[in-house]
C-alpha cells in the first residue's frame, strides 16, 4: 500500500470469523502502537464505513470530517493522522478485511492514490481467494478412510483434485504455503507406486498431473500459464524419463514409480 500510493503510513487487518468487525493487526510508517489491535466495527469511523458500504472511502481530515462517525478519533489523533483512506478487501462478494493509508497532514488524497490503494486491496483479495481455493482443493483431495484406492470414482476425484493444486501452486505468491501445498500434493501421491521413484522436474509432475485429469496440451498449458510448447517440451522429456512411448503410458509409470496419484 505505501509503496503503490506514495502515502508515508499504510495499516490494515482482516475481518474476525463471525464478527463483522476488522482487528488491526497490521502498520507500517506508524510512530505509536496506538492503532494496534484496535477493533473497528462495521458502520463506525472510515474503515467500518468501508466495510459497510463494500467500496473504498477517503477524508481530508479524519477528527473534523462530518461523513463519518468519530469512534475511533483518539488512537487516530495519537497517531497524527489527518487524511486517511480506507478500502475493503473483497473475496467472493465478502468483506474480508480493510486496508488503510493515511497522510499526516490536512491534504485531499486524488484519484490516482486511491485508484493504487484499490489494486493494493486487490491484491490482498486475490491472495486470501488463492489461501481459500488451496484449502478446499486440499479438503477435497483427502480420500475418505473407508475408500481405498480400487474405488475408481472416489480415487479419480483424488487425481482431479491433486492436478488442480499442481496447477494452483505456482500462482501462490507466499513461498511457505506454496511449500506447504506441494508437500500435500507428495503426500496424495506417496504410497501408491510399485516401482522405484524416478526424478522429475516439478514441472513435468505438473503436465502429467493435467494429462492425467483427461487435459490436452492445450487445456495444461491455460491451467499453468504456460505455451502449448512448453508443455508438450515438458511432457516429451517426462516420457523419455519414463521410458514411455505415449502420453497414457508416462501416466502409468509415472503413478507407478509414486509421482501420481
Not at 107 to 125: C, F, I
Not at 180 to 194: I, K, S, V
Amino acid at each position: 500500500m505505501r509503496r503503490t500510493t506514495g502515502l508515508p503510513v499504510a495499516f490494515g487487518g482482516l475481518v474476525e470469523s463471525g464478527r463483522r468487525q476488522v482487528r488491526i493487526s497490521e502498520l507500517s510508517g506508524t510512530a505509536t502502537g496506538a492503532l494496534s489491535a484496535l477493533a473497528v466495527t462495521s458502520g463506525n469511523g472510515l474503515g467500518g464505513k468501508a466495510i459497510a458500504l463494500t467500496r473504498p472511502c477517503a477524508v481530508t481530515d479524519y477528527s473534523a470530517s462530518r461523513q463519518i462517525s468519530h469512534e475511533y478519533d483518539r488512537p487516530v489523533a495519537a497517531e497524527g493522522l489527518r487524511s486517511v483512506l480506507a478500502v475493503p478487501v473483497v473475496v467472493r462478494r465478502r468483506v474480508r478485511g480493510v486496508l488503510y493509508g493515511a497522510l499526516r497532514a490536512a491534504h485531499p488524497l486524488g484519484d490516482r492514490t486511491l485508484s493504487a490503494a484499490v489494486d493494493a486491496a486487490r491484491d490482498v483479495a486475490e491472495a486470501l481467494l488463492l489461501r481459500e481455493e488451496a484449502g478446499e482443493l486440499l479438503a477435497a483431495a483427502r480420500p475418505e478412510p473407508a475408500r481405498e484406492p480400487a474405488d475408481a470414482p472416489a480415487w479419480e476425484r483424488v487425481r482431479e483434485a491433486h492436478a488442480a493444486l499442481r496447477a494452483l501452486a505456482p500462482r501462490i505468491e507466499d513461498a511457505a504455503l506454496r511449500d506447504e501445498l506441494l508437500r500435500a500434493c507428495g503426500l496424495l501421491a506417496a504410497g501408491h507406486g510399485e516401482g522405484p521413484g524416478v526424478r522429475l522436474a516439478p514441472r513435468e509432475v505438473d503436465v502429467l498431473a493435467c494429462v492425467a485429469a483427461g487435459a490436452t496440451n492445450a487445456m495444461a498449458a491455460e491451467k499453468l500459464g504456460v505455451g502449448p510448447e512448453t508443455v508438450k517440451g515438458y511432457l516429451r522429456s517426462a516420457m523419455r524419463k519414463l521410458g514411455a512411448a505415449t502420453r497414457g503410458e508416462a501416466v502409468v509409470a509415472a503413478r507407478r514409480a509414486g509421482r501420481l496419484p
